[in-house]
Protein backbone atom coordinates (compact mmCIF):
# COMPACT_ATOMS: atom_id res chain seq x y z
CA UNK A 1 0.00 0.00 0.00
CA UNK A 2 1.05 3.54 -0.93
CA UNK A 3 0.35 7.25 0.37
CA UNK A 4 1.33 10.56 -0.99
CA UNK A 5 1.36 13.35 1.70
CA UNK A 6 2.21 17.01 0.92
CA UNK A 7 2.95 19.12 3.68
CA UNK A 8 4.21 16.43 5.31
CA UNK A 9 7.00 17.99 7.31
CA UNK A 10 4.69 20.42 9.11
CA UNK A 11 2.26 19.64 12.09
CA UNK A 12 -0.88 18.11 10.58
CA UNK A 13 1.10 16.52 8.01
CA UNK A 14 3.61 14.58 10.24
CA UNK A 15 0.98 13.46 12.43
CA UNK A 16 -0.91 12.30 9.24
CA UNK A 17 2.35 10.61 7.93
CA UNK A 18 3.19 8.73 11.35
CA UNK A 19 -0.57 7.36 11.46
CA UNK A 20 -0.19 6.04 8.27
CA UNK A 21 3.18 4.85 8.99
CA UNK A 22 1.65 3.04 11.55
CA UNK A 23 -0.81 1.31 9.21
CA UNK A 24 1.65 -0.34 7.38
CA UNK A 25 1.54 2.29 4.27
CA UNK A 26 4.62 2.91 2.19
CA UNK A 27 4.98 6.95 2.32
CA UNK A 28 6.27 9.62 -0.11
CA UNK A 29 6.76 12.27 1.78
CA UNK A 30 6.51 15.59 -0.22
CA UNK A 31 7.13 19.54 1.36
CA UNK A 32 9.04 22.37 0.75
CA UNK A 33 12.26 21.44 3.27
CA UNK A 34 14.47 18.32 2.63
CA UNK A 35 15.40 19.31 6.56
CA UNK A 36 11.51 18.57 7.65
CA UNK A 37 11.16 15.56 6.07
CA UNK A 38 14.20 13.93 7.28
CA UNK A 39 13.39 14.97 10.94
CA UNK A 40 10.11 13.06 9.86
CA UNK A 41 11.59 10.03 8.51
CA UNK A 42 13.66 9.74 11.52
CA UNK A 43 10.17 8.74 13.43
CA UNK A 44 8.76 6.55 11.16
CA UNK A 45 9.12 2.82 11.23
CA UNK A 46 10.10 2.29 7.25
CA UNK A 47 11.94 4.27 5.14
CA UNK A 48 9.92 6.41 3.29
CA UNK A 49 10.85 8.23 -0.01
CA UNK A 50 11.19 11.80 0.35
CA UNK A 51 10.35 14.94 -2.43
CA UNK A 52 11.50 18.31 -2.23
CA UNK A 53 9.02 20.31 -3.93
CA UNK A 54 7.55 23.95 -4.49
CA UNK A 55 3.25 23.76 -4.52
CA UNK A 56 3.39 27.42 -5.12
CA UNK A 57 5.59 26.61 -8.53
CA UNK A 58 3.36 25.26 -11.19
CA UNK A 59 6.44 23.52 -12.76
CA UNK A 60 7.01 21.74 -9.84
CA UNK A 61 3.90 21.22 -9.51
CA UNK A 62 3.97 19.61 -12.99
CA UNK A 63 6.95 17.37 -12.38
CA UNK A 64 5.50 15.43 -9.84
CA UNK A 65 2.13 15.38 -11.35
CA UNK A 66 3.73 13.21 -14.21
CA UNK A 67 5.19 10.86 -11.85
CA UNK A 68 1.45 9.78 -11.71
CA UNK A 69 2.08 7.86 -14.58
CA UNK A 70 4.76 6.40 -13.43
CA UNK A 71 6.29 5.12 -9.95
CA UNK A 72 3.13 6.73 -8.21
CA UNK A 73 0.17 5.00 -10.87
CA UNK A 74 -0.24 2.64 -8.35
CA UNK A 75 -0.45 5.30 -5.19
CA UNK A 76 -3.53 3.92 -2.48
CA UNK A 77 -4.26 7.36 -0.73
CA UNK A 78 -3.22 11.16 -1.51
CA UNK A 79 -3.58 13.35 1.34
CA UNK A 80 -3.34 17.17 0.02
CA UNK A 81 -2.39 18.67 3.41
CA UNK A 82 0.33 21.37 2.48
CA UNK A 83 -1.79 25.25 2.93
CA UNK A 84 -0.39 28.65 3.82
CA UNK A 85 -1.87 31.35 5.68
CA UNK A 86 -0.74 34.50 5.83
CA UNK A 87 -3.58 36.39 8.00
CA UNK A 88 -4.11 40.74 7.06
CA UNK A 89 -6.45 43.04 5.39
CA UNK A 90 -6.82 42.30 1.82
CA UNK A 91 -6.17 45.58 1.11
CA UNK A 92 -2.71 45.06 2.74
CA UNK A 93 -1.49 42.02 1.06
CA UNK A 94 0.44 42.04 -1.59
CA UNK A 95 -0.50 40.37 -5.16
CA UNK A 96 2.38 38.05 -4.42
CA UNK A 97 0.89 37.29 -1.42
CA UNK A 98 -2.74 36.85 -2.67
CA UNK A 99 -1.09 34.78 -5.50
CA UNK A 100 0.19 32.15 -2.84
CA UNK A 101 -2.84 31.44 -1.01
CA UNK A 102 -4.36 30.10 -4.39
CA UNK A 103 -1.26 28.72 -5.89
CA UNK A 104 -0.76 26.34 -2.64
CA UNK A 105 -4.52 26.01 -1.44
CA UNK A 106 -5.95 25.58 -4.50
CA UNK A 107 -4.27 24.90 -7.79
CA UNK A 108 -1.96 22.54 -6.67
CA UNK A 109 -4.57 20.05 -4.86
CA UNK A 110 -6.98 20.45 -7.67
CA UNK A 111 -3.89 19.59 -10.02
CA UNK A 112 -2.52 16.42 -7.93
CA UNK A 113 -6.11 14.79 -7.37
CA UNK A 114 -6.46 15.57 -11.07
CA UNK A 115 -3.34 13.79 -11.91
CA UNK A 116 -4.53 10.41 -9.48
CA UNK A 117 -8.03 10.60 -10.27
CA UNK A 118 -7.41 8.32 -13.75
CA UNK A 119 -5.51 5.50 -12.11
CA UNK A 120 -7.58 5.36 -9.53
CA UNK A 121 -10.50 4.96 -11.67
CA UNK A 122 -9.05 2.43 -13.58
CA UNK A 123 -8.43 0.07 -10.57
CA UNK A 124 -11.84 1.15 -8.94
CA UNK A 125 -10.09 2.08 -5.64
CA UNK A 126 -8.26 4.24 -3.95
CA UNK A 127 -8.88 7.65 -1.41
CA UNK A 128 -8.13 11.18 -1.77
CA UNK A 129 -8.16 13.33 1.37
CA UNK A 130 -7.68 17.09 1.49
CA UNK A 131 -7.38 19.10 5.17
CA UNK A 132 -9.63 22.17 4.18
CA UNK A 133 -10.72 24.10 6.94
CA UNK A 134 -13.73 26.03 8.56
CA UNK A 135 -12.28 28.96 7.05
CA UNK A 136 -13.78 26.74 4.13
CA UNK A 137 -17.14 26.73 5.47
CA UNK A 138 -17.33 30.25 7.24
CA UNK A 139 -14.79 33.66 6.16
CA UNK A 140 -13.95 36.16 8.65
CA UNK A 141 -12.32 39.62 8.06
CA UNK A 142 -8.56 38.87 7.77
CA UNK A 143 -8.61 35.96 6.24
CA UNK A 144 -10.88 36.64 3.09
CA UNK A 145 -8.23 35.32 0.65
CA UNK A 146 -7.05 32.38 2.73
CA UNK A 147 -11.12 31.24 2.95
CA UNK A 148 -11.66 32.07 -0.73
CA UNK A 149 -9.21 29.13 -1.79
CA UNK A 150 -10.68 27.07 0.72
CA UNK A 151 -13.89 27.82 -0.29
CA UNK A 152 -12.79 27.00 -3.55
CA UNK A 153 -11.20 23.67 -2.44
CA UNK A 154 -14.77 22.47 -0.57
CA UNK A 155 -16.52 23.20 -3.92
CA UNK A 156 -14.55 20.88 -5.91
CA UNK A 157 -13.71 17.84 -3.64
CA UNK A 158 -17.95 18.45 -3.26
CA UNK A 159 -18.09 17.89 -7.10
CA UNK A 160 -14.88 15.56 -7.64
CA UNK A 161 -16.93 13.62 -5.17
CA UNK A 162 -19.86 12.97 -6.83
CA UNK A 163 -18.15 12.35 -10.13
CA UNK A 164 -15.70 9.59 -8.79
CA UNK A 165 -17.99 7.41 -5.61
CA UNK A 166 -19.66 5.42 -8.43
CA UNK A 167 -15.91 4.33 -9.39
CA UNK A 168 -15.20 3.40 -6.55
CA UNK A 169 -12.52 6.21 -5.20
CA UNK A 170 -13.57 7.98 -2.15
CA UNK A 171 -12.79 11.81 -2.10
CA UNK A 172 -12.99 13.64 1.39
CA UNK A 173 -12.41 16.68 2.66
CA UNK A 174 -11.31 16.97 6.84
CA UNK A 175 -12.33 20.14 8.46
CA UNK A 176 -10.12 20.92 11.76
CA UNK A 177 -10.88 24.08 13.82
CA UNK A 178 -7.47 25.88 15.17
CA UNK A 179 -4.83 23.13 15.54
CA UNK A 180 -1.75 23.62 17.49
CA UNK A 181 1.06 24.08 15.05
CA UNK A 182 3.55 26.43 13.97
CA UNK A 183 1.05 28.07 11.32
CA UNK A 184 -1.24 29.09 14.41
CA UNK A 185 1.26 30.27 16.87
CA UNK A 186 2.28 32.66 13.83
CA UNK A 187 -1.39 33.91 13.31
CA UNK A 188 -1.86 34.18 16.95
CA UNK A 189 1.23 36.72 17.57
CA UNK A 190 0.68 38.13 13.65
CA UNK A 191 -2.55 39.54 14.12
CA UNK A 192 -4.73 36.16 12.73
CA UNK A 193 -8.38 36.17 13.57
CA UNK A 194 -8.74 35.75 17.66
CA UNK A 195 -11.66 33.82 16.57
CA UNK A 196 -9.50 30.50 16.29
CA UNK A 197 -9.38 30.73 20.02
CA UNK A 198 -13.20 30.19 21.00
CA UNK A 199 -13.74 26.81 20.89
CA UNK A 200 -11.07 23.90 21.84
CA UNK A 201 -7.58 24.04 20.27
CA UNK A 202 -6.72 20.80 18.44
CA UNK A 203 -3.83 18.31 18.38
CA UNK A 204 -2.08 17.48 15.42
CA UNK A 205 -2.66 13.81 16.30
CA UNK A 206 -6.65 14.74 16.20
CA UNK A 207 -6.36 15.62 13.06
CA UNK A 208 -4.71 12.70 11.57
CA UNK A 209 -7.18 10.51 13.01
CA UNK A 210 -9.83 12.50 11.25
CA UNK A 211 -7.94 12.16 7.88
CA UNK A 212 -7.73 8.44 9.12
CA UNK A 213 -11.52 8.29 9.29
CA UNK A 214 -12.40 10.36 6.07
CA UNK A 215 -9.98 7.45 4.64
CA UNK A 216 -11.88 4.69 6.05
CA UNK A 217 -15.19 6.15 5.19
CA UNK A 218 -14.83 8.17 2.32
CA UNK A 219 -17.49 10.58 4.23
CA UNK A 220 -17.53 14.26 1.75
CA UNK A 221 -16.74 15.93 5.15
CA UNK A 222 -15.11 14.90 8.64
CA UNK A 223 -15.62 18.02 11.33
CA UNK A 224 -12.50 17.98 14.25
CA UNK A 225 -13.86 19.03 16.30
CA UNK A 226 -17.77 18.80 15.35
CA UNK A 227 -19.33 21.31 18.14
CA UNK A 228 -16.83 23.78 16.48
CA UNK A 229 -18.55 22.86 12.89
CA UNK A 230 -22.07 23.65 13.79
CA UNK A 231 -21.36 26.78 14.74
CA UNK A 232 -19.32 27.60 11.77
CA UNK A 233 -22.11 26.06 9.43
CA UNK A 234 -24.58 27.43 10.82
CA UNK A 235 -22.95 31.74 10.62
CA UNK A 236 -21.85 29.74 7.23
CA UNK A 237 -25.71 29.67 6.29
CA UNK A 238 -26.15 33.65 7.88
CA UNK A 239 -23.21 35.04 7.12
CA UNK A 240 -25.29 38.39 7.53
CA UNK A 241 -25.36 37.81 11.16
CA UNK A 242 -21.47 37.64 12.27
CA UNK A 243 -20.54 41.34 11.73
CA UNK A 244 -23.14 42.70 14.48
CA UNK A 245 -21.71 39.86 16.64
CA UNK A 246 -18.52 40.24 16.08
CA UNK A 247 -17.52 42.49 18.58
CA UNK A 248 -18.57 39.61 21.29
CA UNK A 249 -16.96 36.95 19.55
CA UNK A 250 -13.79 38.74 19.02
CA UNK A 251 -13.96 39.63 22.82
CA UNK A 252 -14.42 35.75 23.48
CA UNK A 253 -11.80 34.88 20.99
CA UNK A 254 -8.94 37.63 23.13
CA UNK A 255 -9.41 35.44 25.73
CA UNK A 256 -9.03 32.12 24.19
CA UNK A 257 -5.74 33.60 22.54
CA UNK A 258 -3.85 35.05 24.98
CA UNK A 259 -4.61 31.78 27.46
CA UNK A 260 -3.20 30.10 24.68
CA UNK A 261 0.01 31.47 24.00
CA UNK A 262 0.11 31.38 27.92
CA UNK A 263 0.24 27.96 28.26
CA UNK A 264 2.92 28.25 25.33
CA UNK A 265 4.98 30.17 27.31
CA UNK A 266 4.76 33.20 24.13
CA UNK A 267 3.63 37.03 25.85
CA UNK A 268 0.13 37.93 24.05
CA UNK A 269 1.56 41.25 23.81
Known sequence: MKALVTGAGGGIGA???????ARGYDLILVDLERASLDALASTLDREPKKTVCD??????????????????ADLDILINNAGVVLPGAVAGLTPEALDLHLEINLRAPIRLMRAAAPQMIARKSGAMVATVSLGGVISLKDSAIYSASKFGLRGFLCGLHQELAPCGVKVSGVYPAAVDTPMLHHEAMHGGSVLNFIDKVMSPEDIAMATLKAIDTG???VYSPYSASLTARFFGSFPWMIRPLLPLMEKLGEQGRRKFLAAKGFSAE
Not at 15 to 21: E, K
Open 219 to 221: KLE
Open 15 to 21: AVSRALD
Open 55 to 72: LASRDDVEVLCERFHTDL
